[in-house]
């Protein structure tokens, strides 16, 4: 069993910065790619970024330049950098953890919520 555990949401001006946590639990865990993806009240949930094991990464077109997903493989954690924050930006933000055992398996975080308000 894999837990996912994220930190760093709250409230934020417009034009600030946020860094968000999620630390996979579990033993032996090998995750394939991790990655957060957002829901606004009315909207579906959506990428925001994600970075594979080897490093590779992707993001929406709406956070590029803005954003930065990074990993410590070692602590299996990854950390989601926010910068020149936007109201639209403004949502729960989910963790996923995509993982290796024996097939693929999906895992999500509980969610934390990010406020982007003057």
């Known amino acids: 069993q894999v837990q996912l555990v994220e930190s760093g949401g709250g409230l934020v001006q417009p034009g600030g910065s946020l860094r968000l946590s999620c630390a996979a639990s579990?033993?032996?865990?090998?995750?394939?790619?991790m990655g957060w993806y957002r829901q606004a009240p009315g909207k579906q949930r959506g990428l925001v970024a994600t970075?594979?094991?080897?490093?590779?990464?992707v993001y929406a077109d709406s956070v590029k330049g803005r954003f930065t997903i990074s990993r410590d493989s070692a602590k299996n954690t990854n950390y989601l950098q926010m910068n020149s924050l936007k109201s639209e930006d403004t949502a729960v933000y989910y963790c996923?953890?995509?993982?290796?055992?024996?097939?693929?398996?999906?895992?999500w975080g509980q969610g934390t919520q990010v406020t982007v308000s003057a």
């Open positions: 996923r953890a995509v993982v290796q055992i024996g097939s693929l398996v999906d895992y």
């Open positions: 579990g033993a032996d865990v090998d995750i394939v790619a």
């Open positions: 970075i594979t094991s080897g490093g590779a990464t």
